[in-house]
């Protein structure tokens, strides 16, 4: 039975290298993609014209660089952005107080996409109504680094659940074909620091894992006989 699946990156201030490896991989499979704007960069228009979506990734944390309070944060992602229709929060920070403040200060923004569960068989999308504020919720059911448990050596975990996967992929751990995020963490603690968009390729390089990992993971979904959807047509 084909199955459905779509594709989506948090760009979580990844290199331009690692953002556009990423681009290379689905335009190979021909699959459209969302990305997640956390950062500017030139990429951000590339994934627009090359005819993926680019929504925002607004960083709601203490200490964000976006902003101190939600009305900076979300339009300093917007001017990333200016045309995003759909959202995922850093770190996946909500509450209803939030979101209504989102959602009814930018009609423009449609869609959250901040709810996981991950591995769950159920990925689906509702409306969610609230004090005159009315927007479109995703589920999502796959995330990368929830998956680093699975990955073995030699062996791919379950790559679908249910009728519907909405994958979520992070170009720095595409880049490096993270396994179990020792590559990455091994990668911050020597570049202490430094602002990681300006690593280089060559900087990333000598963190790359050679066993299975996350982009052997893509490239199975990519090359799988099942359907590449957009998040628009779920």
């Not at 969610?128 to 073995?152: I, Q």
């Not at 060559?202 to 993971?217: A, M």
Request: with cysteine.
């Amino acid at each position: 039975m084909v199955k459905k699946y779509a594709i989506t990156f948090d760009i979580d201030w990844a290199p331009d290298c690692a953002i556009l490896k990423c681009l290379e991989l689905i335009e190979k499979a021909n699959c459209k993609a969302t990305f997640f704007a956390t950062h500017d960069t030139p990429v951000n228009q590339e994934i627009v014209s090359r005819g993926h979506n680019l929504g925002i990734h607004p960083n709601f944390l203490p200490g964000s660089t976006q902003g101190s309070d939600v009305k900076t944060i979300v339009s300093e992602c917007l001017s990333y952005s200016p045309d995003a229709w759909c959202m995922r929060t850093h770190s996946l920070v909500q509450s209803s107080p939030l979101l209504h403040e989102i959602f009814l200060g930018f009609p423009q923004l449609q869609l959250d996409v901040s709810l996981f569960m991950h591995r769950s068989p159920f990925a689906h999308k509702v409306k969610w109504n609230f004090d005159g504020v009315s927007f479109d919720r995703l589920l999502y059911n796959w995330e990368d680094d929830a998956h680093f448990f699975a990955f073995e050596e030699d062996k791919y975990p379950e790559l679908f659940f249910g009728d519907l996967t909405v994958f979520n992929f992070h170009p720095i751990h595409v880049f490096l074909n993270t396994s179990d995020g020792s590559e990455y963490r091994r990668l911050k603690k020597e570049h202490f620091g430094k602002f990681l968009p300006k690593l280089s390729a060559e900087d990333l390089g000598e963190y790359k894992n050679i066993r299975i990992g996350t982009e052997d993971y893509l490239k199975e979904v990519l090359v799988s006989n099942n359907t590449c959807v957009e998040l628009g047509d779920i």
